[in-house]
Structure formats: C-alpha cells, structure tokens
C-alpha cells in the first residue's frame, strides 16, 4: 500500500531532509511551509487528494502548528499527526496532544526514531476495507452502548459514530478486549505507543481525558475507563450490568 504524507516545516533544511527521506522509504510526499498552505492540502480530499499522515512542526510563521492540528479536528478531519517541534517543555507537548495530535518527536531528532513513529501510526491508523477473499472479519466488541468494531474502524456510542483519532482508538480497543484488567501509563505507552516510544508518561493522561470526553456520559464520573489510584488505568467489566461481549455471539446486547 502506498501512503501519503503531508511535512509541513518551515526550515528549508529540515523540509528537504523529510521530504528526501520519507521518499526514500518509498513514500509519497507533499511539503508545505505554513499552516494555510497545509489546511488548504487538507481540506481538498473531495477533490481526490487524501493523506495518510501529516508530520507538523510547531513553530510555523502566522499561524502555528498547534492551530492548524485544532482546526483540524474541528473539521472532523482524523489523519494522524506526528508533531515535530524544537520545544521539549512537556507543557507545549501536552497541549498539542491534547487538542488531537497523536505523537510527537523533539528536534533535534534521530530520522530512524522519526520513520519508525510515522510507520507505527501508520499502522495503527489503516482501516481494514471489506474483502470477498473468504477472510473471516472480527466481530464488534458491544459494551452496553458502545460498539467497537475493529474491521470497519468505527466506533458507535447509542448508534452515533464518533470520531476517534489512532491513539484513542488503539486505547479503546485494547481497554475493550481486557475488561477488568488494570493497565499502568507504561504498559498503555508500550501497547499503544510501542516500546520504542520514550516520550512521556502523561502523553496517556491526555488521550484518556481526550477518549473520556468523547465516550462518557459525564467525564468526572466514568463508567467505561476508570482510574486505579496508584496503579493507572481499566475498562469497566460491567458498565451497563454486564460484561463486553461480542456482537457475534448471539447474546443480547448488554
């Protein structure tokens, strides 16, 4: 499968060096050197241009990265964004993990640390499109109101779809299949993240807060992803009353 990335950067050095290696790992890439010139790429899907990915610096002239990945998600646009910024303060990481980007690396950076962030959200955010190959799809996970449904990518709350970037699907699912489990920030971050990631621990704090928002009722007071004091965090074996079942089971939905 060939994908496309979107590098907005406005050093001209660091825009080539992206640009020439991401190409070079057989890529496809588009580089743009401010935000309007970015949200305009993006917002051109209908016209058949679609990315898989935009890696976003934060320190762009007139408008800044982390508004153009806010109004990116405020048009419902879910392509996954790799921040690449120079600013280690964990405030400015936070804040732009907050507002939907999924990862982010430090300038400088290694190119070998950045390829293998790009290709695991990559990875983590193909949707699996039906086949008539005979392969046997995964039945939704069903969770009182909610429905998790791996195959199609798609999660349903009371028959709404939400709109989930990676990550926070990735950590729905993985909470979903292990209801009852308690799972500290570091085994989420080697899960979701994967073991190569050595960013923060609160990264996982900000996308269970963004994932609360989107999924609860009334976040303060979760019923679905709960807080283990000390420990970190656990999907609700019975949030309705019942545990998660399969959606081909046979079974009512709880």
């Given at each position: 499968m060939s994908y496309r990335?979107?590098?907005?950067?406005?050093?001209?050095?660091?825009?080539?060096?992206?640009?020439e290696?991401?190409?070079?790992?057989?890529?496809?890439?588009?580089?743009?050197?401010d935000g309007e010139a970015a949200l305009a790429l993006l917002g051109a899907e209908a016209a058949g241009?679609?990315?898989?990915?935009?890696t976003l610096d934060?320190?762009?002239?007139?408008?800044?990265?982390?508004?153009?990945?806010?109004?990116?998600?405020?048009?419902?646009?879910?392509t996954p964004v790799l921040m690449v910024t120079?600013?280690?303060?964990?405030?400015?990481?936070?804040?732009?993990?907050?507002?939907?980007?999924?990862?982010?690396?430090?300038?400088?950076?290694?190119?070998?640390?950045?390829?293998?962030?790009?290709?695991?959200l990559l990875r983590r955010g193909q949707r699996q499109a039906p086949?008539?190959?005979?392969?046997?799809?995964?039945?939704?996970?069903?969770?009182?109101?909610?429905?998790?449904?791996?195959?199609?990518?798609?999660?349903?709350?009371?028959?709404?779809?939400?709109?989930?970037t990676g990550k926070e699907f990735a950590?729905?699912?993985?909470?979903?299949?292990h209801p009852g489990r308690s799972?500290?920030?570091?085994?989420?971050?080697?899960?979701?993240w994967g073991e190569e990631f050595d960013g923060y621990d609160h990264t996982v704090n900000t996308h269970i807060n963004r994932l609360r928002n989107k999924i609860e009722a009334d976040p303060a007071r979760p019923r679905f992803i709960q807080t283990v004091w000390g420990v970190g965090y656990r999907f609700s074996e019975t949030p309705d009353g019942n545990r998660p079942a399969s959606a081909g089971s046979g079974g009512e939905r709880p």
């Open positions: 990335i979107l590098c907005v950067e406005d050093n001209p050095e660091i825009g080539r060096l992206l640009t290696s991401l190409v070079a790992a057989d890529y496809a890439c588009d580089w743009v050197r241009v679609r990315y898989d990915l935009v934060l320190m762009l002239p007139g408008m800044d990265g982390l508004e153009v990945c806010r109004r990116l998600r405020r048009q419902d646009n879910q120079a600013k280690a303060a964990i405030r400015d990481v936070v804040v732009g993990l907050e507002i939907g980007a999924d990862d982010y690396v430090t300038k400088p950076f290694a190119m070998p640390i950045l390829l293998a962030r790009v290709q695991a086949s008539d190959d005979g392969i046997v799809g995964t039945p939704p996970l069903v969770c009182g109101p909610l429905v998790i449904d791996a195959d199609q990518h798609r999660v349903l709350l009371d028959d709404t779809p939400l709109q989930l950590l729905l699912s993985l909470f979903a299949r799972f500290s920030r570091g085994e989420l971050l080697d899960h979701v």
